[in-house]
Nanobody, 120 residues
Framework: QVQLVESGGGLVQAGGSLRLSCAAS????????MGWYRQAPGEQRELVAD???????NYADSVKGRFTISRDNAKNTVYLQMNSLEPEDTAVYYC??????????????WGKGTLVTVSS
């Protein structure tokens, strides 16, 4: 089993910054991509950003230039630095990891989510 534990959410004013962290632990051989998704009330879950083991990143158009995803492979941890936050960024943010276990079996894992609220 693999656990993803997120931290760093909270309440911030528009224009402010937050940094999310997500640490993966458990039966891990390697992790391919790690990323962040978000889900606002009444909306579908959407990709915010992801990063491969080699550091290739991908961002949603709505966050390009404001958010930065990074990863520490040694710690199985992914970060999301969020700057110039807007009320539209308000959502529950979920960590995602594409994990290969010691038996070379791959599975997608999700964290429980952390709430980010941006006030206007």
């Amino acid at each position: 089993q693999v656990q993803l534990v997120e931290s760093g959410g909270g309440l911030v004013q528009a224009g402010g910054s937050l940094r999310l962290s997500c640490a993966a632990s458990g039966s891990i051989f390697s992790i391919h991509s790690m990323g962040w998704y978000r889900q606002a009330p009444g909306e579908q879950r959407e990709l915010v950003a992801d990063v491969t083991t080699g550091g290739i990143t991908n961002y949603a158009d709505s966050v390009k230039g404001r958010f930065t995803i990074s990863r520490d492979n040694a710690k199985n941890t992914v970060y999301l630095q969020m700057n110039s936050l807007e009320p539209e960024d308000t959502a529950v943010y979920y960590c995602n990891a594409d994990v290969i276990d010691p038996g070379y079996y791959g599975m997608d894992y999700w964290g429980k989510g952390t709430l980010v609220t941006v006030s206007s």
